[in-house]
Nanobody, 128 residues
Framework: QVQLVESGGGLVQAGGSLRLSCAAS????????MGWFRQAPGKEREFVAAISWSGDSAYYADSVKGRFTISRDNAKNTVYLQMNNLRSEDTAVYYC?????????????????????WGQGSQVTVSS
């Protein structure tokens, strides 16, 4: 199975930028669709962005569209989330997740329950 490790979180002022990375090991990243999710205190885990196994298709939550960009480098077994123009409401623990691309309908899922593998999370705090 694949193991996922996030990095790149931290404290940033509103309007600033951060780039999260998710390093995969144990299996080729190209076997998996990938997603980023976040969870703020007292709230449910929510979808942020997802990318198909090939990188050809990307999907975003309305709240981050135009500010965040998901990308992947299968040769480096790494997925990225570039976050620009950060807002205080973006403060959360960010998780990357993977699902085998031939599971089910083979589409890229947008809900956390459809992902099978998760990283430990990376804290992002945006100060206003």
């Amino acid at each position: 199975q694949v193991q996922l490790v996030e990095s790149g979180g931290g404290l940033v002022q509103a309007g600033g930028s951060l780039r999260l990375s998710c390093a995969a090991s144990g299996r080729p990243l190209s076997w998996y669709h990938m997603g980023w999710f976040r969870q703020a205190p007292g709230k449910e885990r929510e979808f942020v962005a997802a990318i198909s196994w090939s990188g050809d298709s990307a999907y975003y939550a309305d709240s981050v569209k135009g500010r965040f960009t998901i990308s992947r480098d299968n040769a480096k077994n790494t997925v990225y989330l570039q976050m620009n123009n950060l807002r205080s409401e973006d403060t959360a623990v960010y998780y990357c997740a993977a699902v085998y691309r031939f599971k089910g309908s083979a589409r890229t899922p947008l809900v956390p329950t459809e992902y099978d593998y998760w990283g430990q999370g990376s804290q992002v705090t945006v100060s206003s």
